[in-house]
Protein backbone atom coordinates (compact mmCIF):
# COMPACT_ATOMS: atom_id res chain seq x y z
CA UNK A 1 0.00 0.00 0.00
CA UNK A 2 1.35 3.47 -0.70
CA UNK A 3 0.95 6.46 1.38
CA UNK A 4 -2.15 8.51 1.38
CA UNK A 5 -2.83 12.40 1.43
CA UNK A 6 -6.09 13.61 2.96
CA UNK A 7 -7.49 16.46 1.24
CA UNK A 8 -10.82 18.18 3.78
CA UNK A 9 -12.89 21.32 2.50
CA UNK A 10 -15.47 22.40 4.81
CA UNK A 11 -18.88 23.78 2.74
CA UNK A 12 -21.59 25.66 4.89
CA UNK A 13 -25.28 25.65 3.59
CA UNK A 14 -28.03 27.83 5.37
CA UNK A 15 -31.32 28.89 3.22
CA UNK A 16 -29.71 28.05 0.02
CA UNK A 17 -26.33 29.65 0.63
CA UNK A 18 -23.31 27.49 -0.23
CA UNK A 19 -19.88 29.07 1.66
CA UNK A 20 -16.99 27.72 2.67
CA UNK A 21 -13.95 28.23 4.55
CA UNK A 22 -11.82 30.49 1.78
CA UNK A 23 -14.58 32.70 1.68
CA UNK A 24 -16.73 34.76 4.65
CA UNK A 25 -19.08 32.01 6.72
CA UNK A 26 -21.90 33.19 8.78
CA UNK A 27 -19.93 31.08 11.36
CA UNK A 28 -16.75 30.07 11.41
CA UNK A 29 -15.15 26.25 11.71
CA UNK A 30 -11.95 25.18 12.61
CA UNK A 31 -10.85 21.94 11.33
CA UNK A 32 -8.06 20.21 13.47
CA UNK A 33 -6.44 17.33 13.68
CA UNK A 34 -3.87 15.85 16.32
CA UNK A 35 0.07 16.30 15.17
CA UNK A 36 1.98 12.63 14.38
CA UNK A 37 4.92 11.39 16.39
CA UNK A 38 5.28 14.60 18.22
CA UNK A 39 4.71 13.36 22.02
CA UNK A 40 1.49 15.79 22.39
CA UNK A 41 -1.34 13.02 21.27
CA UNK A 42 -4.13 15.84 22.26
CA UNK A 43 -2.88 19.06 20.60
CA UNK A 44 -5.59 20.42 18.29
CA UNK A 45 -3.32 21.63 15.09
CA UNK A 46 -5.51 23.70 13.43
CA UNK A 47 -5.23 22.74 9.62
CA UNK A 48 -4.26 24.95 7.35
CA UNK A 49 -7.37 26.24 4.86
CA UNK A 50 -5.02 26.98 2.04
CA UNK A 51 -3.93 23.82 1.94
CA UNK A 52 -5.90 21.60 3.91
CA UNK A 53 -4.17 17.71 3.84
CA UNK A 54 -3.52 15.29 6.31
CA UNK A 55 -0.47 12.54 5.37
CA UNK A 56 -0.66 9.03 6.68
CA UNK A 57 1.26 5.97 6.34
CA UNK A 58 -0.43 2.59 5.77
CA UNK A 59 -2.30 1.20 8.40
CA UNK A 60 -2.62 4.83 10.06
CA UNK A 61 -5.71 6.31 11.50
CA UNK A 62 -5.96 10.31 12.08
CA UNK A 63 -8.93 12.23 14.21
CA UNK A 64 -10.50 15.37 13.01
CA UNK A 65 -11.90 17.90 15.34
CA UNK A 66 -14.18 20.60 14.08
CA UNK A 67 -14.91 22.96 16.16
CA UNK A 68 -17.74 26.16 15.53
CA UNK A 69 -17.60 29.18 16.58
CA UNK A 70 -20.87 30.76 16.59
CA UNK A 71 -20.59 34.87 17.42
CA UNK A 72 -23.52 36.54 19.28
CA UNK A 73 -26.12 37.77 17.44
CA UNK A 74 -26.37 34.61 15.00
CA UNK A 75 -30.19 34.11 13.44
CA UNK A 76 -31.54 30.97 15.09
CA UNK A 77 -31.99 27.98 13.09
CA UNK A 78 -30.70 24.78 11.44
CA UNK A 79 -27.13 25.19 9.64
CA UNK A 80 -26.02 22.21 7.90
CA UNK A 81 -22.48 21.40 6.65
CA UNK A 82 -20.80 19.30 4.41
CA UNK A 83 -16.76 17.69 4.92
CA UNK A 84 -15.46 16.23 2.08
CA UNK A 85 -12.56 14.18 2.99
CA UNK A 86 -10.63 13.26 0.02
CA UNK A 87 -7.74 10.35 -1.03
CA UNK A 88 -5.28 12.30 -2.91
CA UNK A 89 -2.70 10.36 -4.84
CA UNK A 90 1.03 11.23 -3.76
CA UNK A 91 4.10 12.24 -6.09
CA UNK A 92 5.83 9.41 -5.77
CA UNK A 93 8.77 8.15 -7.49
CA UNK A 94 8.36 7.32 -10.85
CA UNK A 95 10.29 4.30 -10.82
CA UNK A 96 8.66 3.30 -7.88
CA UNK A 97 4.98 4.27 -9.06
CA UNK A 98 5.53 2.47 -12.52
CA UNK A 99 4.45 -1.33 -12.81
CA UNK A 100 6.77 -4.10 -13.68
CA UNK A 101 7.62 -4.80 -17.27
CA UNK A 102 6.11 -8.14 -17.52
CA UNK A 103 2.69 -6.50 -15.62
CA UNK A 104 2.89 -3.41 -18.11
CA UNK A 105 3.33 -6.79 -21.21
CA UNK A 106 0.44 -8.69 -19.87
CA UNK A 107 -2.35 -5.57 -19.81
CA UNK A 108 -0.78 -4.61 -22.96
CA UNK A 109 -1.60 -7.97 -24.52
CA UNK A 110 -5.09 -8.44 -23.04
CA UNK A 111 -6.21 -4.85 -24.26
CA UNK A 112 -4.80 -6.01 -27.62
CA UNK A 113 -6.85 -8.64 -27.54
CA UNK A 114 -9.89 -6.94 -26.57
CA UNK A 115 -9.66 -4.67 -29.72
CA UNK A 116 -8.99 -7.98 -31.55
CA UNK A 117 -12.16 -9.46 -30.78
CA UNK A 118 -14.57 -6.18 -31.09
CA UNK A 119 -13.13 -5.70 -34.76
CA UNK A 120 -15.52 -5.64 -36.91
CA UNK A 121 -16.07 -8.70 -39.86
CA UNK A 122 -17.63 -9.69 -42.41
CA UNK A 123 -20.10 -12.49 -42.75
CA UNK A 124 -20.10 -12.81 -38.84
CA UNK A 125 -23.85 -13.58 -37.40
CA UNK A 126 -25.20 -11.66 -34.38
CA UNK A 127 -24.51 -14.29 -32.48
CA UNK A 128 -20.89 -15.03 -32.64
CA UNK A 129 -20.18 -10.75 -32.30
CA UNK A 130 -22.50 -11.47 -28.85
CA UNK A 131 -19.65 -13.97 -27.95
CA UNK A 132 -16.72 -11.65 -28.95
CA UNK A 133 -18.19 -8.22 -26.75
CA UNK A 134 -19.30 -10.90 -24.28
CA UNK A 135 -15.53 -12.14 -24.13
CA UNK A 136 -14.14 -8.16 -24.51
CA UNK A 137 -16.13 -7.36 -21.51
CA UNK A 138 -15.20 -10.09 -19.43
CA UNK A 139 -11.51 -9.27 -19.77
CA UNK A 140 -11.78 -5.44 -19.62
CA UNK A 141 -13.92 -6.19 -15.67
CA UNK A 142 -10.64 -8.78 -15.01
CA UNK A 143 -8.40 -5.45 -16.30
CA UNK A 144 -9.87 -2.82 -13.96
CA UNK A 145 -9.72 -5.20 -10.87
CA UNK A 146 -6.10 -5.03 -10.96
CA UNK A 147 -4.70 -3.30 -8.00
CA UNK A 148 -2.68 -0.85 -10.07
CA UNK A 149 -6.34 0.48 -10.54
CA UNK A 150 -8.19 0.81 -7.60
CA UNK A 151 -7.56 4.38 -6.51
CA UNK A 152 -9.32 5.05 -9.87
CA UNK A 153 -12.67 3.09 -8.70
CA UNK A 154 -15.53 5.33 -8.43
CA UNK A 155 -17.25 6.75 -5.35
CA UNK A 156 -21.32 7.26 -4.77
CA UNK A 157 -19.53 10.79 -3.79
CA UNK A 158 -18.75 12.11 -7.19
CA UNK A 159 -21.68 13.53 -7.84
CA UNK A 160 -21.85 16.35 -6.24
CA UNK A 161 -17.89 17.08 -5.43
CA UNK A 162 -15.92 20.18 -5.11
CA UNK A 163 -14.24 21.25 -8.08
CA UNK A 164 -10.64 20.49 -6.26
CA UNK A 165 -11.46 17.17 -6.76
CA UNK A 166 -10.85 14.99 -9.92
CA UNK A 167 -12.71 12.20 -11.26
CA UNK A 168 -9.59 9.32 -10.28
CA UNK A 169 -9.94 10.43 -6.34
CA UNK A 170 -12.04 9.10 -3.75
CA UNK A 171 -13.79 11.11 -1.73
CA UNK A 172 -16.19 10.29 1.25
CA UNK A 173 -19.21 13.26 2.34
CA UNK A 174 -19.63 13.71 6.15
CA UNK A 175 -22.64 15.91 6.72
CA UNK A 176 -23.12 18.48 9.70
CA UNK A 177 -25.95 19.61 11.21
CA UNK A 178 -25.87 23.07 13.88
CA UNK A 179 -28.88 23.98 15.45
CA UNK A 180 -28.71 27.55 16.84
CA UNK A 181 -30.98 28.06 19.37
CA UNK A 182 -32.71 31.67 20.69
CA UNK A 183 -30.93 32.22 23.79
CA UNK A 184 -27.10 32.85 24.63
CA UNK A 185 -24.86 32.40 27.30
CA UNK A 186 -23.87 35.16 29.00
CA UNK A 187 -20.77 36.92 27.92
CA UNK A 188 -19.31 36.76 32.15
CA UNK A 189 -19.28 33.50 33.04
CA UNK A 190 -20.87 32.13 36.28
CA UNK A 191 -18.36 30.44 37.69
CA UNK A 192 -14.83 32.59 37.70
CA UNK A 193 -12.22 29.86 36.57
CA UNK A 194 -9.15 30.90 37.06
CA UNK A 195 -5.96 29.47 35.11
CA UNK A 196 -2.09 30.09 35.66
CA UNK A 197 -0.05 31.16 32.57
CA UNK A 198 4.11 30.60 33.65
CA UNK A 199 5.40 34.20 32.72
CA UNK A 200 8.99 32.01 33.09
CA UNK A 201 7.95 29.43 30.27
CA UNK A 202 6.98 31.86 28.30
CA UNK A 203 10.27 34.19 28.42
CA UNK A 204 12.68 31.30 28.60
CA UNK A 205 10.86 29.41 25.60
CA UNK A 206 10.32 32.48 23.09
CA UNK A 207 13.79 34.18 24.42
CA UNK A 208 12.27 37.19 25.82
CA UNK A 209 13.62 39.50 28.38
CA UNK A 210 10.81 40.51 31.27
CA UNK A 211 9.58 43.87 30.62
CA UNK A 212 10.50 44.35 27.09
CA UNK A 213 8.05 45.08 24.45
CA UNK A 214 8.27 41.72 23.05
CA UNK A 215 7.59 40.55 26.69
CA UNK A 216 4.26 42.69 26.98
CA UNK A 217 3.38 41.61 23.54
CA UNK A 218 3.50 37.84 24.28
CA UNK A 219 1.41 37.91 27.63
CA UNK A 220 -1.07 40.06 26.37
CA UNK A 221 -1.42 37.22 23.12
CA UNK A 222 -2.06 34.54 25.54
CA UNK A 223 -4.35 36.69 27.66
CA UNK A 224 -6.62 37.20 24.78
CA UNK A 225 -6.24 34.18 23.38
CA UNK A 226 -7.61 32.30 26.65
CA UNK A 227 -10.15 34.28 27.50
CA UNK A 228 -12.12 32.74 24.92
CA UNK A 229 -12.38 29.86 26.72
CA UNK A 230 -14.44 31.40 29.30
CA UNK A 231 -11.40 31.41 31.52
CA UNK A 232 -10.06 34.16 33.32
CA UNK A 233 -6.13 34.09 33.43
CA UNK A 234 -3.71 34.73 35.29
CA UNK A 235 0.17 35.18 34.92
CA UNK A 236 2.72 33.63 37.68
CA UNK A 237 6.16 33.61 38.89
CA UNK A 238 7.08 31.21 41.97
CA UNK A 239 9.09 32.40 44.79
CA UNK A 240 10.35 30.61 47.59
CA UNK A 241 8.34 28.43 49.83
CA UNK A 242 5.81 28.46 47.21
CA UNK A 243 5.03 31.37 47.58
CA UNK A 244 3.32 32.95 44.21
CA UNK A 245 3.24 36.27 42.51
CA UNK A 246 -0.30 36.00 40.85
CA UNK A 247 -1.60 39.15 38.44
CA UNK A 248 -3.75 39.64 35.28
CA UNK A 249 -2.53 42.58 33.93
CA UNK A 250 0.90 43.12 33.24
CA UNK A 251 0.68 46.82 33.40
CA UNK A 252 0.33 49.36 36.44
CA UNK A 253 -3.08 50.12 37.24
CA UNK A 254 -2.70 53.64 35.92
CA UNK A 255 -2.00 52.59 32.38
CA UNK A 256 -4.91 52.64 29.75
CA UNK A 257 -4.28 48.65 28.87
CA UNK A 258 -5.11 47.77 32.76
CA UNK A 259 -8.62 49.51 32.51
CA UNK A 260 -8.97 47.54 29.43
CA UNK A 261 -8.10 44.13 30.48
CA UNK A 262 -10.05 44.46 34.10
CA UNK A 263 -13.49 45.88 32.02
CA UNK A 264 -13.49 43.18 29.88
CA UNK A 265 -16.65 40.97 30.15
CA UNK A 266 -15.55 37.96 29.33
CA UNK A 267 -13.07 38.14 33.00
CA UNK A 268 -14.96 36.96 36.05
CA UNK A 269 -12.00 37.73 38.29
CA UNK A 270 -8.68 38.97 37.97
CA UNK A 271 -5.79 38.98 40.40
CA UNK A 272 -4.01 42.05 41.63
CA UNK A 273 -0.21 41.24 42.11
CA UNK A 274 1.41 41.52 45.56
CA UNK A 275 4.87 42.90 44.32
CA UNK A 276 6.91 42.32 48.28
CA UNK A 277 6.35 38.66 47.49
CA UNK A 278 9.69 39.04 45.20
CA UNK A 279 10.98 42.22 46.33
CA UNK A 280 10.34 43.29 49.88
CA UNK A 281 11.48 47.05 49.33
CA UNK A 282 9.95 50.15 49.90
CA UNK A 283 9.42 50.55 46.56
CA UNK A 284 7.68 47.51 46.20
CA UNK A 285 5.21 48.35 48.88
CA UNK A 286 4.76 52.07 47.87
CA UNK A 287 3.78 50.46 44.22
CA UNK A 288 2.03 47.89 45.60
CA UNK A 289 0.03 50.70 47.94
CA UNK A 290 -0.77 52.81 44.89
CA UNK A 291 -2.38 50.06 43.06
CA UNK A 292 -4.60 49.04 45.65
CA UNK A 293 -5.82 52.77 45.42
CA UNK A 294 -6.34 53.24 42.31
CA UNK A 295 -8.66 49.43 41.84
CA UNK A 296 -10.90 49.68 44.99
CA UNK A 297 -11.74 53.11 43.09
CA UNK A 298 -13.31 50.81 39.96
CA UNK A 299 -16.84 49.55 39.23
CA UNK A 300 -14.45 46.16 38.72
CA UNK A 301 -12.85 45.88 41.84
CA UNK A 302 -15.70 43.71 42.58
CA UNK A 303 -13.68 41.22 40.66
CA UNK A 304 -10.60 41.36 42.44
CA UNK A 305 -8.63 39.04 44.54
CA UNK A 306 -5.27 39.01 46.13
CA UNK A 307 -2.99 34.82 45.34
CA UNK A 308 -0.06 35.05 47.79
CA UNK A 309 0.61 31.48 48.76
CA UNK A 310 0.45 27.87 47.30
CA UNK A 311 -0.76 25.21 49.94
CA UNK A 312 0.40 26.61 52.95
CA UNK A 313 2.01 23.56 54.86
CA UNK A 314 3.24 24.67 58.47
CA UNK A 315 2.42 27.60 61.02
CA UNK A 316 5.16 29.80 59.59
CA UNK A 317 3.58 30.29 56.41
CA UNK A 318 -0.10 30.44 57.75
CA UNK A 319 1.51 33.46 60.03
CA UNK A 320 3.06 35.25 56.93
CA UNK A 321 -0.44 35.04 55.08
CA UNK A 322 -2.22 36.64 58.16
CA UNK A 323 0.74 39.49 58.00
CA UNK A 324 0.33 40.16 54.33
CA UNK A 325 -3.47 40.39 54.84
CA UNK A 326 -3.33 43.25 58.00
CA UNK A 327 -1.03 44.98 55.27
CA UNK A 328 -3.48 44.34 52.76
CA UNK A 329 -6.50 45.21 54.57
CA UNK A 330 -4.86 48.64 55.93
CA UNK A 331 -5.37 49.40 52.20
CA UNK A 332 -8.98 47.96 51.14
CA UNK A 333 -10.94 46.83 54.14
CA UNK A 334 -13.34 44.78 50.97
CA UNK A 335 -9.80 43.06 50.01
CA UNK A 336 -10.24 39.00 48.79
CA UNK A 337 -7.70 36.98 49.82
CA UNK A 338 -7.77 33.40 47.99
CA UNK A 339 -5.47 30.65 49.37
CA UNK A 340 -5.38 26.74 48.26
CA UNK A 341 -4.97 24.39 50.63
CA UNK A 342 -5.02 20.61 50.94
CA UNK A 343 -4.41 20.16 55.05
CA UNK A 344 -4.06 21.82 57.91
CA UNK A 345 -0.66 23.25 59.07
CA UNK A 346 1.58 21.41 60.67
CA UNK A 347 2.88 22.36 64.00
CA UNK A 348 -0.80 22.77 65.37
CA UNK A 349 -2.87 21.54 67.37
CA UNK A 350 -6.41 22.00 65.23
CA UNK A 351 -7.88 18.94 65.75
CA UNK A 352 -7.15 14.83 66.48
CA UNK A 353 -7.53 14.26 62.71
CA UNK A 354 -5.64 15.47 59.57
CA UNK A 355 -9.20 15.93 57.76
CA UNK A 356 -10.87 17.98 60.64
CA UNK A 357 -7.50 20.11 60.95
CA UNK A 358 -8.07 20.72 57.36
CA UNK A 359 -11.66 21.58 57.56
CA UNK A 360 -10.57 23.84 60.46
CA UNK A 361 -8.02 25.50 58.40
CA UNK A 362 -10.80 28.80 58.09
CA UNK A 363 -11.05 29.40 61.56
CA UNK A 364 -7.32 29.87 61.53
CA UNK A 365 -7.41 32.17 58.48
CA UNK A 366 -10.61 34.10 59.33
CA UNK A 367 -10.22 37.32 58.18
CA UNK A 368 -7.33 36.75 56.45
CA UNK A 369 -8.28 34.87 53.57
CA UNK A 370 -11.98 35.35 51.88
CA UNK A 371 -11.41 32.53 48.74
CA UNK A 372 -10.62 29.41 50.59
CA UNK A 373 -9.71 27.18 47.32
CA UNK A 374 -9.44 23.58 48.44
CA UNK A 375 -7.68 20.24 46.65
CA UNK A 376 -10.52 18.02 45.06
CA UNK A 377 -8.44 14.98 45.96
CA UNK A 378 -9.10 15.59 49.83
CA UNK A 379 -12.85 14.54 49.36
CA UNK A 380 -11.90 11.53 47.43
CA UNK A 381 -15.37 10.15 45.96
CA UNK A 382 -17.10 10.97 49.45
CA UNK A 383 -19.33 14.39 48.66
CA UNK A 384 -20.88 14.16 52.10
CA UNK A 385 -17.77 15.47 53.00
CA UNK A 386 -18.25 18.28 51.22
CA UNK A 387 -21.09 19.76 53.95
CA UNK A 388 -18.62 19.58 56.83
CA UNK A 389 -16.62 21.86 54.82
CA UNK A 390 -19.35 24.85 54.00
CA UNK A 391 -20.52 24.38 57.31
CA UNK A 392 -17.26 26.16 58.67
CA UNK A 393 -17.49 28.98 56.16
CA UNK A 394 -19.12 32.69 57.10
CA UNK A 395 -20.96 33.87 53.83
CA UNK A 396 -22.00 36.51 56.01
CA UNK A 397 -18.68 37.91 55.76
CA UNK A 398 -18.10 37.52 52.35
CA UNK A 399 -16.39 33.97 52.89
CA UNK A 400 -16.27 31.68 49.33
CA UNK A 401 -15.37 27.74 48.92
CA UNK A 402 -13.71 27.52 45.34
CA UNK A 403 -11.87 23.73 44.46
CA UNK A 404 -8.82 22.81 42.50
CA UNK A 405 -7.48 19.97 40.95
CA UNK A 406 -3.16 19.43 40.78
CA UNK A 407 -1.96 16.47 40.63
CA UNK A 408 -4.90 14.54 42.04
CA UNK A 409 -7.33 13.06 42.27
CA UNK A 410 -6.96 10.28 39.69
CA UNK A 411 -8.58 7.85 37.70
CA UNK A 412 -11.59 7.14 37.29
CA UNK A 413 -12.46 11.08 39.18
CA UNK A 414 -12.58 13.71 36.91
CA UNK A 415 -9.05 15.81 35.75
CA UNK A 416 -7.44 16.78 33.54
CA UNK A 417 -4.99 14.20 32.90
CA UNK A 418 -3.92 12.44 29.37
CA UNK A 419 -5.54 9.21 28.82
CA UNK A 420 -8.01 10.17 30.60
CA UNK A 421 -11.75 9.74 28.82
CA UNK A 422 -13.74 13.05 26.95
CA UNK A 423 -16.59 12.93 29.42
CA UNK A 424 -13.58 12.44 32.77
CA UNK A 425 -12.71 15.93 31.20
CA UNK A 426 -15.12 17.37 31.18
CA UNK A 427 -16.42 16.43 34.33
CA UNK A 428 -14.69 18.65 36.23
CA UNK A 429 -16.75 21.48 35.76
CA UNK A 430 -19.95 19.02 36.66
CA UNK A 431 -18.35 18.11 39.65
CA UNK A 432 -17.43 21.72 40.88
CA UNK A 433 -21.75 22.30 40.11
CA UNK A 434 -22.98 19.91 41.74
CA UNK A 435 -21.13 20.49 44.53
CA UNK A 436 -21.47 24.11 45.06
CA UNK A 437 -18.21 25.82 44.85
CA UNK A 438 -18.26 29.43 43.85
CA UNK A 439 -15.37 28.99 41.85
CA UNK A 440 -12.47 27.22 40.51
CA UNK A 441 -8.97 27.33 40.51
CA UNK A 442 -6.10 25.90 38.08
CA UNK A 443 -2.32 26.22 38.81
CA UNK A 444 -0.77 25.97 35.04
CA UNK A 445 -1.84 26.17 31.72
CA UNK A 446 1.83 25.92 30.09
CA UNK A 447 4.29 24.55 32.68
CA UNK A 448 6.27 21.82 30.32
CA UNK A 449 9.72 21.44 31.00
CA UNK A 450 12.21 24.64 29.94
CA UNK A 451 13.06 25.09 26.54
CA UNK A 452 15.07 27.84 25.18
CA UNK A 453 13.92 28.09 21.63
CA UNK A 454 9.91 28.17 20.63
CA UNK A 455 9.87 25.34 18.45
CA UNK A 456 11.53 22.98 20.57
CA UNK A 457 9.67 19.53 21.56
CA UNK A 458 7.04 19.79 24.71
CA UNK A 459 8.16 17.55 27.55
CA UNK A 460 5.93 17.33 30.75
CA UNK A 461 6.95 17.85 33.50
CA UNK A 462 9.03 15.06 35.14
CA UNK A 463 7.16 13.70 38.40
CA UNK A 464 3.70 14.86 37.43
CA UNK A 465 1.02 12.83 35.59
CA UNK A 466 1.06 13.23 31.78
CA UNK A 467 -0.31 16.57 30.64
CA UNK A 468 -0.41 18.29 34.05
CA UNK A 469 0.08 21.46 34.28
CA UNK A 470 -0.20 21.87 30.66
CA UNK A 471 -3.52 22.70 28.21
CA UNK A 472 -2.25 24.17 25.42
CA UNK A 473 1.19 24.44 22.98
CA UNK A 474 2.78 26.87 21.04
CA UNK A 475 2.04 26.93 17.10
CA UNK A 476 5.75 27.21 16.65
CA UNK A 477 6.32 23.17 17.68
CA UNK A 478 4.13 22.31 15.02
CA UNK A 479 4.47 24.85 11.76
CA UNK A 480 5.53 28.37 10.97
CA UNK A 481 2.05 29.89 13.05
CA UNK A 482 2.46 31.76 16.27
CA UNK A 483 -0.62 31.07 17.46
CA UNK A 484 -1.12 28.65 20.40
CA UNK A 485 -2.27 25.33 20.21
CA UNK A 486 -5.12 24.44 22.45
CA UNK A 487 -5.80 20.39 23.31
CA UNK A 488 -8.56 18.36 23.73
CA UNK A 489 -8.97 18.92 27.17
CA UNK A 490 -8.78 22.66 26.72
CA UNK A 491 -11.72 22.13 24.64
CA UNK A 492 -13.64 19.84 26.98
CA UNK A 493 -13.02 22.83 30.04
CA UNK A 494 -14.85 25.16 27.25
CA UNK A 495 -17.55 22.14 27.19
CA UNK A 496 -17.57 21.89 30.66
CA UNK A 497 -17.84 25.46 31.48
CA UNK A 498 -20.84 25.92 28.88
CA UNK A 499 -22.79 22.82 30.77
CA UNK A 500 -22.55 25.11 34.05
CA UNK A 501 -24.75 27.94 32.21
CA UNK A 502 -27.13 25.42 30.91
CA UNK A 503 -27.87 24.07 34.55
CA UNK A 504 -27.66 27.60 36.01
CA UNK A 505 -30.21 28.67 33.88
CA UNK A 506 -32.63 25.81 34.61
CA UNK A 507 -32.12 26.11 38.33
CA UNK A 508 -32.95 29.72 38.14
CA UNK A 509 -36.37 28.76 37.03
CA UNK A 510 -36.74 25.83 39.02
CA UNK A 511 -35.07 25.87 41.80
CA UNK A 512 -31.39 24.21 42.20
CA UNK A 513 -33.16 20.57 43.74
CA UNK A 514 -34.29 20.31 40.17
CA UNK A 515 -30.99 21.29 38.67
CA UNK A 516 -29.87 18.23 40.48
CA UNK A 517 -32.16 16.23 39.63
CA UNK A 518 -31.57 16.50 36.01
CA UNK A 519 -28.10 15.62 36.54
CA UNK A 520 -29.43 12.28 37.70
CA UNK A 521 -32.49 11.82 35.45
CA UNK A 522 -30.46 12.17 32.41
CA UNK A 523 -27.88 10.45 34.09
CA UNK A 524 -24.78 12.70 32.93
CA UNK A 525 -22.94 12.92 36.44
CA UNK A 526 -24.13 11.24 39.68
CA UNK A 527 -20.97 11.30 41.79
CA UNK A 528 -16.84 12.09 41.37
CA UNK A 529 -16.72 7.99 40.01
CA UNK A 530 -20.35 8.01 38.54
CA UNK A 531 -20.87 9.91 35.30
CA UNK A 532 -21.78 9.10 31.80
CA UNK A 533 -19.04 7.96 29.55
CA UNK A 534 -20.44 8.88 26.56
CA UNK A 535 -21.51 12.09 25.44
CA UNK A 536 -25.11 11.11 24.82
CA UNK A 537 -26.76 12.23 27.97
CA UNK A 538 -24.49 15.81 28.04
CA UNK A 539 -27.22 16.47 24.67
CA UNK A 540 -30.02 15.37 26.53
CA UNK A 541 -29.53 17.91 29.23
CA UNK A 542 -28.91 20.81 26.87
CA UNK A 543 -31.82 19.99 24.98
CA UNK A 544 -34.40 19.72 28.31
CA UNK A 545 -32.73 22.74 29.32
CA UNK A 546 -33.55 24.54 25.86
CA UNK A 547 -37.17 22.80 25.85
CA UNK A 548 -37.77 24.14 29.52
CA UNK A 549 -36.15 27.81 29.18
CA UNK A 550 -37.28 28.91 25.91
CA UNK A 551 -39.73 31.26 26.63
Not at 28 to 42: H, K, R
Not at 515 to 532: C, S
Not at 533 to 538: F, M, R, S, T
Amino acid sequence: MKGKVFKLLYAQRFHGLLQVLQGPCRFSALISAPPQETGVPDALVPIDPLSPQISLHPGETAAVWVSLNVPCGQPPGLYEGEIFITAVKTELDPKTESLPKSERYRLYRELKGCLDVTEPRDYSSPEEMVQRLTTASTTLKRMLDNPALQDCQENNGFGDMMDEDVMNNVSVRLKLSLTVWDFTLPVTPSLPAVFGISETVIEDRFCLEHGTEGWYDALDHHFRWLLQYRISPFFCRWGDSMRILAYTCPWPADHPKANEYYSDPRLAAYAVPYAPILSCTDAAKNSLRREVEILKSKPHWSKAYFYLWDEPLNVDQYDMICSISNELRSYAPDVRILTTYYCGPSGSELAPSTFEAFVKVPNVLRPHTQIFCTSEWVLGTREDLVKDIVAELRPDLGEEWWTYVCMGPSDPQPNWHLGMRGTQHRAVMWRVWKEGGTGFLYWGTNCYEKAMIPSAEICFRRGLPPGDGVLFYPGEVFSSSHEPVASTRLERILSGMQDIEYLKLYSSRYGREEGLALLEKTGMYLGPDRYTLDHGPVDVMRGEVYRTCRS
